[in-house]
């Protein structure tokens, strides 16, 4: 029963009719209802961007674990070599180094960087590996290194372990930048300042009835979806960029485990550098008449041992909708207890030109929306050429992706939470697949406007 009803003249949004609410209620209950629903899209922004740390913690323990036993496998299959090893571990450190950094964003070019290495470890192995008797100049040595592509002193092991490597880096490096502006864009799209007509409408869904005393009276699910399809249009219009970038990157974390998969790349790089090594010692004769024989071990006999990714916790994204409203005649159509007759909008800004629930001006696009879609666009395309290992500049992907606002780390602080686990009881086989269907399974929960269209 409605106690103290009198009639709705004064009031600006609910329809007219008997109500037992004054002005100051109104414009009260329009403001929580504002409240809220810009609550519920920073909820549901916030969930996103908790899914995308983790799995970029994920990801980056995953790959930094990788990178360090590499790193750490150095002196067992390089100690062999004896001096070549022994005077030289700072040459290999190096490497590695300047690997991570990359990894980490730095701006050094890695083809450049692979090819000073080889550079160095020639003059290197020359100096060491020629007889006593045999005096190498350094113009000698400085006229072979720069003709490696055409003598090939190391064989074809420098030019096939570079192609893997850039490969391998730029695809990972690009996917853990995509992570992190992927979450940067959730943020910023999620912090919705409902429009004045956005809020009237949604006070009219919402709070209208209970002014009308029928506060148990649940709205019609297609009126709910028009008010939702009005208020957040500029957000659904993000939807096919997102959907590409969600394809891109399920692609890219599948190449991932392509041969030669990514565990197997890092991992043997200590044994290509003994092949190659071991190439020139066993040929040196071609550039000092002399021959050197030594015992042989190539990358294809090296196996690093297997490991097995330990299950995890589904990261995946659930929506927490509210019950919708039923679509008969027992509905509230924001007038009256009866069926909304109104066709349903489609998605996107250009679509609500006849919105009958939320005016709005389709001439005028919200532009940090417009911003954010072309940060997508980007990320896609580097994304792609990633794939097919071209190398990428991220210093301008986004405006501010290192803001403390993200929510997102890059960094050794990232690891503390290890969501994988390295054992030698199982194969490399089930933790791609492990890390493959965590990921699918998450992105494919990730289209953005409908998420927020269904709060």
């Known amino acids: 029963m409605m106690a103290r009803a009198i009639t709705s003249e004064h009031l600006r949004m609910c329809p007219q009719g008997p109500t037992c609410c004054t002005t100051t209620m109104e414009e009260n209950l329009a403001g929580l209802s504002s409240r809220e629903t810009e609550g519920l899209i920073r909820e549901a922004g916030r969930s996103l961007q908790s899914a995308f740390n983790a799995l970029h913690r994920s990801f980056d323990t995953y790959f930094t674990e990788l990178h360090g036993r590499s790193e750490r496998s150095l002196q067992e299959v390089l100690s062999p070599l004896g001096p070549l090893y022994s005077q030289n571990t700072r040459l290999y450190a190096d490497l590695y180094t300047d690997l991570r950094q990359y990894y980490r964003g730095s701006a050094l070019n890695l083809d450049e960087t692979l090819t000073e290495f080889w550079s160095q470890l020639l003059e290197r192995t020359f100096k060491i590996s020629a007889p006593t008797d045999v005096t190498l100049s350094d113009d000698y040595l400085e006229c072979v290194a720069k003709q490696q592509e055409t003598l090939r002193p190391f064989g074809d092991v420098p030019r096939d ?67 939702m399809k009005g208020c957040l249009a500029n957000q659904a219009d993000l939807d096919p960029e997102w959907q590409n970038l969600i394809d891109t990157m399920i692609q890219v974390a599948s190449s991932f485990s392509t041969e030669p998969s990514l565990d197997v790349v890092l991992s043997s790089i200590p044994a290509r550098i003994y092949e190659a090594v071991h190439f020139l010692q066993e040929n040196l004769d071609k550039f000092t008449d002399k021959r050197k024989k030594s015992s042989s071990l190539t990358a294809s006999e090296y196996k690093p041992s297997s490991n097995r990714w330990a299950q995890t916790g589904d990261a995946g994204v659930r929506s927490q909708t509210g019950s919708r409203g039923r679509q008969s005649g027992k509905c509230w159509n924001g007038v009256t207890k009866a069926r909304y007759l109104p066709e349903v909008m489609g998605d996107g800004l250009a679509n609500q030109i006849n919105n ?100």
């Open 356 to 455: 009958p629930e939320v005016e709005l001006d389709i001439t005028k696009p919200d532009m940090t929306i417009r911003q954010q879609i072309m940060q997508l666009k980007i990320m896609s395309n580097r994304l792609k050429n990633a794939m097919e290992g071209n190398d990428v500049d991220f210093q301008d992907a986004s405006d501010d992706i290192s803001g403390s606002g993200s929510g997102m780390c890059f960094g050794v602080q990232c690891h503390r939470n290890r969501a994988f686990d390295y054992s030698p009881d199982a194969t490399r086989a089930r933790g791609a697949a492990t890390f493959q269907t965590r990921l699918c399974g998450l992105l494919l929960l990730l289209p953005l406007a409908s998420l927020l269209l269904q709060r």
């Open 161 to 227: 372990m570079k192609a893997k490597l850039i490969r391998a880096f730029v695809t990972a490096r690009s996917f853990v930048q995509g992570l992190i502006i992927s979450g940067e864009v959730v943020r910023k799209v999620s912090q919705v300042h409902l429009s004045p007509e956005c809020t009237k409408a949604l006070m009219k869904l919402v709070y209208c009835p209970h002014c009308r005393g029928t506060a148990s009276l649940k709205p019609c699910s297609n009126y709910c979806s028009n008010v």
